[in-house]
């Protein structure tokens, strides 16, 4: 068992070495961009939503096709893939960094790499299911599937959408400063108050 542990610290170590090497180039914008998601400043949630609000106000403006909102964005990503690691260093000066700032970059991948792994086990969980409880696992598939199909046909698409992306980008941030916590402490709470109002009717 202990072994097994060993080697799982090992692994995790290892894959985030050499993930810290394949966005070493992006290092600087990865440390901005973490400030900005986790509100170091008060007006970065304004700033972040008001980003977001314009680009979706474009797109629902523009109204692209499908195909060449893909295209779109996948030329970003292309032109942001070459141009960031180039002008990054001038614009940060990466031999600027300090102890603090290595720090959190290391956490930060270290933070992707155990996302990835949830992700991964979420996967293969999800297909243990269906070869151990196919019922449940057809069941369940259809459920989610149905429900999320009727969401989306209650909901704008591109609504539905700036609403995900919206919570996405805020949650570092709502979580980071304890909102979620604080509103999920008092859920629990108002669900403990009617669970005991309910046994007392019973009595």
Known sequence: MADDDNNSVYQLAAETASLEEQLQGWGEVILMTDKVLRWERAWFPLALMSVVSFSFLMIYYL????????SCFVMFLCLADYLV?????RIFGSNKWTTEQQQR????????VKSRRRIVGWWKRLFTLKEEKPKMYFMTMLFSLAVVA????????LFLTYLIVSFLLLFPGLNQHGIITKYIGMAKREINKLLKHKEKKNE
């Open 63 to 70: 109204d692209p096709s499908v195909l060449s909102g893909v």
């Open 105 to 112: 970059f290391h956490e930060i991948c270290s933070s992707l």
């Open 85 to 89: 690691p180039a002008l990054a260093p």
């Open 150 to 157: 009727w969401i989306g046909q209650q909901v704008h698409n």
